[in-house]
């Protein structure tokens, strides 16, 4: 098991910012895939973004790109999401996950962790 927390959802204003985390437990997230998915009633969880176990490689949802920027820091087993330029449709519970697999953007069926999620909302 790697317990997964977010943190850092909150109300934020249309063009507002907020920067979620992720902590981990465990000797084995540096190993890990990081990824960021989000859920709105009644709607599939859509993937956000996602990041290598080495942090060189980052993918992102076309919705979010040039927007959103996914980081982690293996010493802290910390897994990041900035947010900037915050629009009402990201509105949502943001989800971390963890996956074992090497490809460089797993699909979401490879994720074995999840946190409990935080909940954003974008006012406009």
């Known amino acids: 098991q790697v317990p997964l927390a977010e943190s850092g959802g909150g109300l934020v204003q249309a063009g507002g910012s907020l920067r979620l985390s992720c902590a981990a437990s465990?000797?084995?997230?540096?190993?890990?895939?990081m990824g960021w998915f989000r859920q709105v009633p009644g709607k599939e969880r859509e993937f956000v973004a996602s990041?290598?176990?080495?942090?060189?490689?980052?993918y992102y949802a076309d919705s979010v790109r040039g927007r959103f920027t996914i980081s982690r820091d293996n010493a802290k087993i910390t897994v990041y999401l900035q947010m900037n330029s915050l629009k009402s449709e990201d509105t949502a519970v943001y989800y971390c996950?963890?996956?074992?697999?090497?490809?460089?953007?797993?699909?979401?069926?490879?994720?074995?962790?999840w946190g409990q999620g935080t909940q954003v909302t974008v006012s406009s």
């Open positions: 465990g000797r084995t997230f540096r190993s890990l895939g």
């Open positions: 996950a963890a996956s074992p697999s090497a490809a460089p953007r797993p699909p979401i069926d490879d994720y074995k962790y």
């Open positions: 990041i290598n176990w080495s942090g060189s490689s980052t």
